[in-house]
């Protein structure tokens, strides 16, 4: 027994002094300063969750972005606000950076708007238990931010930062963004293409990381009918309704099973008189059950993970719209841009990997990329193209988007600590 026993501690010393090793003395020194300020992090993560900053409240998103800079200020980037023209409504973005000479040129992505506008009932940091806080937007994403932040104040407090290159860019509008794209997110892309790396920090799920996250695109359908009584309906015409059905449902069978692939008709109006305005995805429509319906409009998105599957199921719907129609009936499909697709690539497969070896050294186990389905767009899809990237290492948590929002307190420090490690690492 006495034997057994040894044997034991043995394999206990040789699992920790393994572990010790692959964490250098020096990454030992991040994690211990990121001990040091969580409990300060945290109460910055009250305050910024506090400040109401829907994405069309311009006072709330710059005063979150106010906080958050003069935090950057005492660990010495260089900070500045990006304004936006007053056409664009919206608060701008902050930028916080430093330049050196060594490593890997990193991009860091948050942002400081949320989806509660100031009209819908406030619901404040507070916390639900040991291991659980909500407040509005403290997962998606001013936890992010905070992770963002307190991984570099651990790089800085050690002298880690000394000569690396780092940009972090809090936007302001992630959550509805300004229009045109072109002036909301010029300054976005044009300093990210200066980089090598973009590291987003939406939320995380679980064990795993982003390497990809599918675009989003519109369109709208148009379909015509011969208007008639409804005595003659299939002899002498279908109509625009019957034809409509028709066609969502040849989407529906044709392209339905393609994995990564969906397209939602989120709104449909049909009749005799029809007044659609599609900038407000709003209509108004009459008509008489003894009338055969002569018009009728759908609108929704089209959801993909490369561009090839997006030029492939427009062509499919074209086809769709313009062939076999039914009697009496003709209609017209337009596409319209929307945010872009994170593809994956060998390099963010590859990031990936680096993250799961950090995770694992650190104790936390391995990480695998996530099913791209799981995830909506997101700004680092505006430049993913240009540079590898992850998404997917701010705070976990449930509920994003709706009253009751939240973030696990458990897994707060260990995604501080990751993010902190492989900034640390790619920027040797």
Known sequence: MKKYFHLLILCIVFTTTTKAQAVSAEEQKIVQSIQKHLQENLQLLQKMVDINSGSLNIEGVKLTGDVLRAEFDKIKFRTEWISMPDSVKRAGHLVASVKGKKGKKLFLIGHLDTVFEPDMPANPYRK?????????????????????????????????????TITAYFTGDEEKTGSPLHVSRGDFISRAKEHDVALAFEGAIGSTIATARRGIGGWKLHVYGQQGHSSGIFQNGYGAIYETARILNEFRVQLGQEKYLTFNPGIIVGGTELHYDSSRTSGTVSGKTNIISPTCIVQGDLRFLTYKQRDSAIARMMRIVQQNNLKGTSAAITFSEGLPAMEPTKGNDDLAKLLSKISVELGYGPITPGDPSGRGAGDISFISKYVDALDGLGAEGWGGHAPGETMSLKTFERQIQRAALLIYRLTR
Do not use: P, R
């Open 128 to 164: 639900i238990n040991d291991s659980t806080v909500t407040g509005q937007g403290v997962e998606d994403m001013k936890g992010g931010d905070v992770i963002i932040f307190a991984a570099l104040q651990a790089l800085y407090e050690n002298g880690l930062l000394n000569d690396a």
